[in-house]
């Protein structure tokens, strides 16, 4: 096989099929003007994806196409496409011409025949419609009538003529049972074509699925291995690996998970875009985790999806809303669009296309998928960890915001890993638990982990009620977490501790303040007393002064009646009566009056 | 009857000297033969429903049938045209 070719300088020119994923496994689609063989065994999908190819040419491109039916009439060619959302019918009346090759049941055959007649009728509708695409459809059925593997060589010789000098891009399909045919042509056919697409049907744990696988790509690169290939609304979509390089924005916005709490442990809330895997034993809420997620998503009016498995959109509704979480009048208005599926039946590929499919149609922008390991039950492990992957890049890349559910059948958080192994891609991992104590089960909250954000690494628990869920803090004594009834004790006794203790601050306080009232009273009678002895000690000064200077003018009246020498006494006197004045003082009055 | 054909391809050329024979033997002054050459006629090949060639139609009388291959085979062309009865 060419697998490690590169047709880096001169690049092989390619037409798109249209076909999602396979023209990114083809590196751009089939050959242009040139010949793809499609093997594989019945119901293999052969049909499908020729005829898709072209209707794909002509809705994206414009591009006319021929489709030669040996096996079906092009009546039941167009009936079997009307399953999927084409409008064949309509195609099938302008730029899709469809010829009826069977061979007529009534017809006899005698010796020998060839394609030169059909050829030439080909070539003249080619050149009327002018086609790029030509498919035929079943080759082998037409081949096999000539019953002769040297003239099914020279036919097959022909066509391989005359497709290379027409210029059409063609498609040619042929039966091929387990990789194994008993037709001769099959090896020549295989030389002729280009490129041979091998398409597989199987049974994988009683659930039929569907591969897709490149033999070979002259001159070009492509993608080596089987793929898986699933049937949706627009045909045939192959399970292309996803691209090495992972590119998603990475959104700074916060969104509430319903649950301030949450957010608050969260540093905010979830990222814009990022996935959050719930995982927990049955029971433990994983679903009323969710459901609070979606409510509150369409309280912001957000489109939103929910998707559930093995149970059904009513009863979660109703279940939901008996712990006041309302998602039925979001139903209503249209915002919210809730999808459950059954999961035995179903391979998970189906799955992923369903979800795909409905992400194209409601365009949410943040969505559900309650719970996820329910995809592991039809179809093998090791498919539905790939689906698991593929469906939460797939999300990522619509840049839904996700919470994704996953039950894990061990109380360890650890066990999930062993599962889908899907928690290393989600970018929150919270983690349910019960906790047995004291005869009772509680629900315990942590966060594992949540990429790019400060997290609380703090145990909470989840209380239900009527009027919602909320979180609530733990206690922890003795080394041990406390919930339920026993942390309701914790927290009535350490209520009671409270009130005594404000009771008690309340007294101290009142005796403190009574105190400092009496200090008070004190400091205001102390004063008053100063003061009152302040204006005895004024008032006693006063009348001394009234006094001194009352007893030396009437001195001064005396010495005038009696005449005395006032020249000898003046000087005398003058300075006594100075000396009085300046120093009051009682003692020194009692002085004075005796020098008199 | 009518007769497609694709230009001179060898199985084209067997079938015309094969049925002009069959009419020689059996078909004496009776038949009216058109001989519709592919190349020259794809539209009208393709509106009769024509795939592979050589190929013969019955036209008249009903009921039609048809033959394809290079009529190598003759009792199975009289077989197919309602000749082989009447003469045997």
């Not at chain 1, 309509?90 to 020998?112: H, R, V």
């Not at chain 1, 097959?156 to 040619?172: E, F, G, M, S």
């Not at chain 2, 002054?29 to 009769?48: F, N, S, T």
């Amino acid at each position: 096989m060419n697998g490690t070719k590169r047709a880096i300088p001169q690049p092989l020119p390619k037409l798109s099929t249209g076909i999602e994923g396979f023209d990114d496994l083809s590196r751009g689609g089939l050959p242009r003007n040139r010949t793809s063989l499609i093997v594989g065994g019945p119901g293999a999908g052969k049909t499908v994806f020729a005829l898709q190819s072209l209707v794909n040419g002509i809705r994206r491109r414009q591009e006319a196409g021929i489709f030669v039916a040996f096996e079906e009439a092009p009546r039941q060619v167009i009936a079997n496409g009307a399953t999927f959302d084409w409008g064949l019918a309509a195609l099938a009346k302008s730029k899709l011409f469809l010829l009826d090759a069977c061979l007529s049941p009534t017809a006899i055959q005698s010796g020998e025949f060839d394609l030169v007649g059909m050829l030439a009728m080909l070539k003249a509708k080619k050149q009327e419609i002018g086609a790029e695409w030509i498919a035929f459809d079943g080759i082998d059925v037409l081949l096999t009538l000539l019953h002769d593997p040297v003239a099914e060589m020279r036919e097959i010789y022909r066509l391989r003529d005359w497709l290379a000098d027409n210029a059409l891009t063609a498609i040619v399909t042929a039966k091929l049972d387990n990789g194994h045919s008993g037709a001769p042509h099959y090896g020549f056919m295989q030389f002729m074509a280009d490129c041979v697409i091998r398409l597989e049907r199987r049974l994988e744990h009683g659930v039929s699925t569907h591969r897709l696988g490149i033999a070979k790509y002259r001159g070009s690169d492509f993608a080596a291995g089987e793929f898986p290939v699933s049937f949706g609304p627009s045909g045939i979509e192959v399970g292309a690996a996803e691209p090495a390089e992972i590119r998603h924005e990475a959104s700074i916005e916060r969104l509430s998970s319903g649950f301030e709490r949450l957010d608050a442990m969260l540093g905010g809330g979830l990222f814009r875009g990022s996935s959050t895997l719930i995982t927990g034993v049955p029971g433990t809420s994983k679903t009323t985790l969710a459901g609070k997620f979606a409510e509150a998503a369409c309280r912001r009016g957000e489109r939103t999806l929910f998707v559930s498995f093995d149970e059904g959109a009513e009863p979660i509704a109703r279940n939901l809303s008996s712990v006041g979480i309302q998602l039925k009048p979001h139903v209503k208005s249209g915002l919210l669009r809730m999808y459950s599926a059954r999961t035995e039946t179903i391979s998970a590929e189906d799955h992923l296309l369903k979800i795909r499919a409905l992400i194209r149609e409601h365009r949410p922008r943040c969505m559900v998928i309650d719970p996820l390991t329910a995809i592991a039950k039809a179809g093998g492990l090791v498919a539905a960890r790939a689906v698991a992957n593929r469906l939460i890049y797939m999300i990522k890349d619509e840049r839904v915001t996700v919470v994704i559910t996953a039950l894990n059948e061990g109380d360890d958080p650890q066990a999930e890993s062993t599962d889908l192994q899907i928690s290393s891609i989600a970018d929150t991992w919270i983690h349910l638990s019960y906790l047995v104590r004291s005869g009772e089960r509680n629900r315990a909250l942590t966060i594992v982990k949540s990429r790019g954000t400060w997290h609380s690494n703090q145990v909470r628990e989840l209380v239900l009620s009527a009027t919602g869920p909320k979180l609530t803090d733990v206690y922890t004594a003795g080394g041990e977490v406390l919930m339920g009834t026993l942390r309701w004790e914790k927290e009535a006794e350490e209520s009671a501790r409270e009130t005594r203790r404000y009771a008690e601050f309340d007294h101290k306080r009142r005796e403190l303040q009574s105190a400092e009232a009496h200090t008070g009273a004190q400091i205001k009678a102390l004063q008053l007393d100063l003061q009152r002895q302040q204006a005895e000690l004024a008032m006693y000064s006063n009348d001394n002064e009234v006094r001194n200077t009352t007893t030396s003018d009437r001195e001064e009246k005396l010495r005038k009646m009696r005449s005395a020498d006032p020249a000898a006494r003046a000087p005398g006197a003058a300075a006594a009566h100075a000396r009085r004045r300046i120093a009051p003082d009682p003692e020194k009055k009692g002085g004075n009056g005796a020098t008199q | 009857m009518r007769l497609y054909i694709a230009g001179s391809a060898p199985n084209s050329i067997q079938a015309i000297a094969n049925l002009e024979a069959i009419c020689r033997e059996h078909l004496k002054g009776i038949h009216k033969l058109e001989i519709v050459d592919i190349l020259e006629q794809p539209q009208r090949a393709m509106a009769d429903g024509v795939l592979v060639t050589p190929s013969l139609t019955k036209v008249s009388p009903l009921p039609a049938a048809n033959v394809v291959g290079n009529l190598n085979d003759k009792n199975k062309v009289l077989l197919a045209l309602g000749i082989k009865g009447k003469v045997a």
